[in-house]
């Protein structure tokens, strides 16, 4: 079946620092990818998606590029901010209405 | 409304009792999911409707819980005899289905306290 491994957290880093979040997919077909992000005591916010391969998604300065060859979607951002602080998941999704798969979710604290 | 609502945002109960979470999706968005996140987890899928198809209830952790989702809108999750290990956050997702790939919206989620 279908899954998402995600680098294992909690990734701290220092305000402005250059921010990498692994993820890499297995899927049967051609997916969607997505990156979700969960800002403390709320639920979970789309912050970018890429439907083929070769896309680029990007959102307040994160950045993910659907790289079929690998079977990735690593997410970035050249500088992060305090406010950055949030959980970030990687997820897929396949064909109509099918189940969304999510990775474990990587936690990231950004220190001033 | 919008964006996904989910009541209540609290609910502290007693190991035994009953519990009902609801959940009103955005309008027009016909598929409607539930998951739950334990504390410092990932996302556990437990149930996904589709229109008038049957749900998907694969991710149903025992017969304690079940799910109901009426005229195609608000979705009502069913906890019975709770028990501690039930304690976790509950977040509810809608998508529009008909889009290929549409992404989930979430609420806020209730957080369930099984004391």
């Known amino acids: 079946g279908n899954s998402v491994t995600q680098m294992e957290g909690p990734v701290t880093l220092s305000e402005e620092a250059f921010l990498t979040i692994n993820c890499t997919y297995t899927?049967?077909?051609?997916?969607?990818l997505f990156w979700y992000v969960q800002y403390p005591g709320e639920g979970l916010q789309l912050l970018l998606k890429?439907?083929?391969?070769?896309d680029k998604g990007s959102n307040k300065g994160f950045e993910a590029t659907y790289r079929k060859e690998t079977t990735s979607f690593h997410l970035e951002k050249g500088s992060v901010q305090v406010s950055d602080s949030a959980v970030y998941f990687c997820?897929?999704?396949?064909?109509?209405?099918?189940?969304?798969?999510f990775g474990p979710g990587t936690r990231l604290s950004v220190l001033p | 409304g919008a964006g996904v609502s989910q009541s209540p945002s609290n609910k502290v109960t007693e190991k035994g009792k009953d519990v009902e979470l609801r959940c009103d999706p955005i309008?027009?968005?016909?598929?409607l999911y539930w998951y739950r996140q334990s504390l410092g987890q990932g996302l556990e899928f437990l149930i996904y409707?589709?229109?008038?198809?049957?749900?998907?209830k694969s991710g149903l952790p025992s017969d304690r819980f079940s799910a109901e989702r009426t005229g195609g809108s608000v979705s009502t999750l069913t906890i019975q005899r709770t028990q501690q290990e039930d304690s976790a956050v509950y977040l509810c997702?809608?998508?529009?289905?008909?889009?290929?790939?549409?992404?989930?919206?979430f609420g806020n989620g209730t957080r369930l306290t099984v004391t």
């Open positions: 890429a439907t083929k391969a070769d």
């Open positions: 899927a049967t077909g051609y997916p969607s």
């Open positions: 997820a897929l999704s396949e064909g109509y209405g099918q189940n969304f798969v």
């Open positions: 309008s027009g968005h016909t598929a």
């Open positions: 409707f589709q229109g008038n198809s049957a749900p998907d």
């Open positions: 997702a809608s998508s529009l289905a008909e889009l290929h790939n549409s992404p989930l919206h």
